[in-house]
């Protein structure tokens, strides 16, 4: 029987877990990326959920990592803050590592597996009637099927879809502060733009940035400066060597998540190339990892690509949208307020904000969970934004 021939064009988190996902089964797998590993600008957040999916790949011995011990939100228009405790070492709700070590983690895994990664930059993608083409400066790759995920920019998704929208782009922008470190990750909410302002420490540095979407009217420059002054303000990196950042995320409304560009018999988009990043947060790395899978699983099973664009449609593309319906009620001022008094005041809220952290928490029950608390200002509040 011939074994199935994949291209995977991206070695970050959805196509490293891909690759290793089908070189497992037996498929042959060649991953293209010139730089993976590499350090990227995000949190760096692993959520409880994303390494359980992982766990038969690597383990946590397998890449430094800092176990995020408690979030601190503060309100600096009030003097607010609040701080809720997460859960212990033997189930962290959240752990930061550095993404060049995390990826290279699932990098190894793929090659351990018997995946081929090719450290070369992809020219072109032809998608035809007989196969795949991916053009390198090496020469052409020919395969029964292409995975694009190589993130918002995607050159897989100009080629077989529609490139995202600028209103549907984020620019994630910030420094890395080498040095310091914390077991704390540290958030201010903000509504211009409306978003948050973080900081989330790796082993050797902290990860600090605001994200703004690419049409609000915000230049990289003027946010990277409200990232420093906020820093400053917050004493979060006194003395550390600031290394800049810039980075697009996509973020897409609730319409299109109920459209998405997914799969085609010879193509799959995973990850950030599908858009699958949670509008609110930003938070990326589980989608990524679980599409991944999925489209692995249906070449697998010869199920493809019908299993997997139902299965993320039914599972992950609702629960995007939802988020999305909340976001204009989320940063909005008023809100805001509610939410710090919330936190501050109820420790039902709290254990809450510890799932949602944990990403266990839905956002379609998360306001049905909120009424039960007696916040009730609060929860009709996200009622009233839930569309």
């Known amino acids: 029987m011939r074994r199935f021939d994949v291209a995977i064009v991206g070695a970050g988190p959805a196509g490293a877990w891909a690759a290793f996902v089908l070189a497992r089964g037996g498929a042959r797998v060649t991953l293209f990326d010139p730089s993976h590993p590499r350090e990227k600008p995000c949190g760096g957040g692993v959520t409880g959920r994303a390494l359980e999916l992982v766990r038969d790949g690597i383990?946590?011995?397998?890449?430094?990592?800092?176990?995020?011990?408690?979030?601190?939100?503060?309100?600096?228009?009030?003097?607010?803050?609040?701080?809720?405790?997460?859960?212990?070492?033997?189930?962290?709700?959240?752990?930061?590592?550095s993404r060049a070590s995390f990826d290279a983690a699932l990098v190894d895994a793929a090659r351990r597996a018997g995946a081929t990664l090719e450290s070369v930059r992809v020219a072109n993608v032809e998608v035809g009637p007989g196969g795949i083409h991916v053009a390198t400066a090496r020469g052409t790759h020919g395969a029964?099927?292409?995975?694009?995920?190589?993130?918002?920019?995607?050159?897989?998704?100009?080629?077989?879809?529609?490139?995202?929208?600028?209103?549907?782009?984020?620019?994630?922008?910030?420094?890395?502060?080498?040095?310091?470190?914390?077991?704390?990750?540290?958030?201010?909410?903000?509504?211009?733009p409306?978003?948050?302002?973080?900081?989330?420490?790796?082993?050797?540095?902290?990860?600090?940035?605001?994200?703004?979407?690419?049409?609000?009217?915000?230049?990289?420059?003027?946010?990277?400066?409200?990232a420093g002054d906020w820093t400053r303000r917050a004493g979060l990196a006194d003395g550390a060597r600031l290394e800049p950042y810039s980075?697009?995320?996509?973020?897409?409304?609730?319409?299109?998540?109920?459209?998405?560009?997914?799969?085609?018999?010879?193509?799959?988009?995973?990850?950030?190339?599908?858009g699958l990043v949670d509008p609110i947060t930003r938070e990326g790395i589980y989608f990524a990892l679980v599409s991944g899978q999925?489209?692995?699983?249906?070449?697998?099973?010869?199920?493809?690509?019908?299993?997997?664009?139902?299965?993320?449609?039914?599972?992950?593309?609702?629960?995007?949208?939802?988020?999305?319906?909340?976001?204009?009620?989320?940063?909005?001022?008023?809100?805001?307020?509610?939410?710090?008094?919330?936190?501050?005041?109820?420790?039902a809220v709290r254990h809450i904000?510890?799932?949602?952290?944990?990403?266990?928490?839905?956002?379609?029950a998360l306001k049905w969970r909120l009424f039960k608390t007696l916040e009730l200002r609060f929860a009709w509040r996200m009622l009233a934004g839930s569309g």
């Open 59 to 97: 383990d946590r011995a397998a890449f430094p990592f800092a176990v995020i011990r408690s979030a601190r939100f503060i309100d600096s228009r009030r003097g607010e803050s609040a701080v809720v405790a997460l859960s212990e070492d033997s189930r962290p709700s959240l752990i930061v590592s």
């Open 144 to 192: 029964d099927v292409v995975i694009g995920a190589d993130g918002a920019n995607s050159l897989v998704r100009r080629r077989v879809a529609r490139p995202f929208p600028r209103r549907h782009i984020s620019i994630a922008t910030g420094f890395f502060a080498h040095g310091p470190t914390s077991e704390e990750i540290v958030i201010e909410l903000v509504a211009d």
């Open 353 to 364: 904000m510890v799932d949602l952290v944990a990403g266990c928490q839905s956002y379609r």
């Open 294 to 347: 999925w489209a692995a699983e249906a070449i697998l099973a010869g199920r493809f690509p019908s299993d997997y664009a139902a299965r993320v449609r039914d599972e992950i593309a609702p629960e995007l949208a939802y988020a999305a319906r909340f976001k204009s009620t989320f940063f909005r001022r008023s809100f805001i307020g509610l939410f710090m008094q919330a936190l501050r005041r109820s420790e």
């Open 194 to 226: 409306a978003g948050y302002l973080w900081s989330f420490p790796r082993p050797d540095h902290l990860a600090i940035g605001i994200c703004a979407e690419a049409d609000a009217g915000h230049t990289a420059g003027a946010l990277r400066a409200r």
């Open 247 to 274: 980075w697009p995320i996509p973020t897409l409304d609730a319409r299109a998540f109920r459209a998405l560009d997914l799969a085609a018999p010879r193509w799959a988009l995973a990850g950030d190339a599908a």
